[in-house]
């Protein structure tokens, strides 16, 4: 009886199972029936849809995003996130000369934020801090402040490279502008002028000075040429300073590499490192022609069902 039993759900259930799958087929017929009967609308409704959006995100000046990636030199640092944040700060309340500045560099723009923030590099933080990798390790382990630690603002100005992210609407030109109205500033030219200055000053002496070392080496070889001295002696003798002028030479030569890579660089106070083109923000105008269609077609499908709910249901209502 038990087993009996058993068969008989068994064949109710595959039985239930069967008028569910043609029940589900008679809904898809007729959804497909609604669909080519109504596609001349449903079609209607989209091309509407996408040409309302978009209509609207032409008339609407959609935002747009350029970022600049610059090393701030000869310690401008705090200068380029002072000056921005006066920026932003003028741009919220609408500072009318600080606008119309910033209209002679980017002519028809209406501009929204600027934002600026280091590149995160360890590397950085150990060549210009006072901290050994162990103190750093201790200390990003012991960090227990919102946000990242490379973020906090009294390292900012241990970061080399670091990306000013523009926001704007409007007439569309040369992000790197920014760049040069930063740099407007008469001082920031003095004070650039004044590190090339001082590095080819430096090269200058330092390549003086590796003159000097190598006419003393001359001198060394024709006395060795001559057999008056073996190098290998005095070269071991206390008294003998060979090896440290080969060292210092050495440092110079390493020394005068830098100094020339960093004058390539001090062609201007901001090194401009890439810049991005403008890039069309998400917004809700930027992809209502996307929407809208969805939108009018979803409506009009609750449209048809509700009527469809109040004919069937009519005499209940």
């Known amino acids: 009886m038990e087993n009996s ?5 068994l064949f109710d259930f595959f039985k239930w199972l069967r008028r569910q799958f043609r029940n589900f087929l008679i809904y898809l017929y007729r959804l497909g029936r609604f669909l080519l009967r109504n596609i001349g609308i449903l079609a209607g409704l989209m091309i509407l849809g996408f040409g309302i959006g978009y209509v609207v995100s032409k008339i609407v000046d959609e935002k747009r995003i350029a970022e600049i990636i610059v090393v701030p030199n000869v310690n401008t640092t705090s200068y380029l996130y002072s000056k921005i944040d006066q920026i932003n700060h003028g741009i919220s309340s609408k ?3 600080l606008l119309a500045e910033l209209q002679g560099y980017f002519p028809n ?9 280091p590149i995160e590099d360890i590397s950085n933080l150990l060549e210009n801090t006072a ?11 012991d960090y227990d402040d919102d946000g990242p630690f490379y973020d906090k603002p009294q390292y900012t100005t241990s970061y080399d490279a670091h990306k000013i992210t523009i926001t704007a609407s409007g007439v569309f030109r040369n992000p790197e502008g920014l760049i040069q109205f930063l740099e ?3 001082y920031l030219e003095i004070k650039r002028e004044a590190g090339v200055d001082n ?4 090269l200058i002496s330092n390549e003086f000075t590796i003159q000097q070392i190598d006419s003393v080496l001359q001198n060394i070889n024709r006395a060795l040429q001559t057999g008056q001295q073996s190098l290998s002696i005095l070269a071991a003798r206390d008294e003998s300073n060979l090896s440290a002028v080969l060292e210092s030479k050495a440092s110079l030569v390493t020394r005068n590499t830098e100094i020339k890579e960093k004058l390539l660089y001090l062609d201007s106070v901001f090194k ?6 403008w890039l069309q923000s998400t917004s809700l105008v930027s992809v209502l ?13 609750f449209y048809h069902a509700l009527l469809k709910f109040k004919k069937r249901f009519q005499a209940y209502l």
């Open 131 to 141: 901290f050994n990798s162990e103190e750093l390790l201790e200390m990003i382990a």
């Open 184 to 186: 407007g500033d008469q």
């Open 272 to 277: 401009v490192y890439t810049s991005s083109k």
């Open 289 to 301: 022609k996307y929407i809208l269609p969805l939108v009018f077609v979803l409506i009009f499908l």
């Open 5 to 9: 039993a058993q068969d008989i759900d």
């Open 95 to 97: 500072d009318s000369s």
């Open 109 to 117: 723009l209406d501009i929204h934020e600027i934002r600026v923030e």
């Open 199 to 202: 590095l080819t000053a430096e």
